[in-house]
């Protein structure tokens, strides 16, 4: 513990003291329990492990120049767990149990919050997983909700120095009707391949194109994808992206900034108009893209000509930061302090 250099933390796994975990039996919820073991004993037919049923969440915790630790919009990624739920079968986790719980590993955790000078944060991964034996393809009846926590630093390891993506045309990530919406792992697995590829590369995320007309800027990798023109910020509108909880943030602090913001399709050759693009999300916070490359359609489009983020983004970026970390007031009630 006392080992810990949080300035240096990476997006990775480190053991912290407890999850919590509440199951859901005979049509209800348990009382939240603290566990120290980070193992789970679940049954080998568990429709998790076949049937890709689960879901999860990620939020982040910040510790303040004046000590207190603060959670950013924990009521929104209750909301979207169910909606989640809602997506692939899974019970529903009332809002208030998934508040409560968040709290309290955060606050069992409490030493593992990075200290306010490093920069870095705790980050909160709710999961729910379907956990009785089913072999046909139905939902289960028992589920397993838990939270851990760990502490992070930047997730593209560039922080906010713009970096390159790319289009990779031979792969989608999620169908336009299929489950691109939802937070569920199955996502994710179908995002290895094309993610690996683009790292390979030397690109730090995959910048899909919407999988049917293969025209319109999609998904962002594990991010939302937003740019700014003409004091506009303008994000994609798509049946298959995730509703980023950052990305919501981020168009009201635009309004606040007297931005126009749409959101609305945004076809690739639009791409070349764009003062600044990038990527938001929780892990992600905002990665300003440098630029992207198309190379099966020989296109390429710079932002960022300097190396730098744009004056929109970073202004957007710290007013962010300045709320999670509480050096601005909370003038949305997006943050819990505990
Ligand atoms: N899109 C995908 C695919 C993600 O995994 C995430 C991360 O949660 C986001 C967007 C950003 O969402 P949020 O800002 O709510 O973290
Ligand atoms: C997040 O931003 O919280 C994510 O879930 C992105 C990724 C780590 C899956």
């Known amino acids: ?5 949080w300035s240096d933390l990476s997006f990775g796994y480190m053991k912290t003291d407890y999850n919590v975990r509440s199951y859901f039996r005979d049509g209800k919820w348990s009382e939240p ?20 049923q689960e879901a999860f969440e ?26 989640s739920c809602r997506g692939i079968l899974m019970a529903e986790l009332p809002v208030e149990r998934f508040e409560e719980m968040v709290v309290l590993a955060v606050e069992k955790n409490k030493r593992f919050v990075p200290p306010y000078e490093s920069g870095a944060s705790l980050y909160i991964r709710p999961l729910l997983i379907g956990t009785s034996a089913q072999v046909g393809v139905k939902p289960a009846h028992e589920y ?9 630093g930047p997730y593209f390891k560039e922080g906010f120095k713009p970096t390159p993506m790319v289009i990779l045309r031979q792969y989608d990530r999620a169908a336009p009707l299929g489950t691109g919406i939802y937070k569920v792992g199955g996502n994710y697995a179908a995002s290895l391949v094309a993610g690996e590829k683009a790292h390979e590369g030397g690109y730090s995320a995959v910048l899909y194109l919407d999988a049917k007309e293969k025209k319109y800027i999609d998904e962002c990798g594990p991010a939302n994808f937003f740019a700014i023109k003409n004091r506009t910020y303008i994000t994609p509108e798509s049946t298959s992206i995730l509703p980023s909880i950052t990305n919501k943030s981020l168009m009201q602090l635009a309004e606040d900034m007297g931005l126009k913001v749409e959101r609305r399709h945004i076809p690739e050759e639009e791409l070349a108009t764009f ?23 020989g296109k390429s489009y710079a932002f960022c000509k300097d190396g730098k983020a744009g004056p929109i983004s970073e202004q957007l970026y710290h007013k962010l930061r300045a709320i999670q970390y509480g050096d601005e007031p909370d003038t949305h009630g997006w943050v819990t302090i505990l």
Not at 40 to 47: F, G, K, P, Q
Not at 65 to 81: P, Q, S, T, V, Y
Not at 144 to 152: D, G, N
């Open 33 to 52: 329990q603290l566990e120290t073991s980070e193992f789970l004993n679940i049954h080998m037919a568990a429709t998790c492990l076949h049937y890709g």
């Open 144 to 152: 397993l909700f838990l939270i851990l926590v760990t502490p992070v």
């Open 1 to 5: 513990m006392d080992t810990i250099n």
């Open 275 to 297: 003062e600044e693009a990038g990527a938001c999300g929780t892990a992600a916070v905002i990665s300003p893209i440098l630029r992207i490359d198309d190379p099966d359609a």
């Open 58 to 83: 990620g939020l982040k915790a910040f510790k303040g120049k004046d000590g207190k630790i603060r959670i950013f919009r924990m009521h929104e990624n209750a909301l979207r767990l169910q909606s």
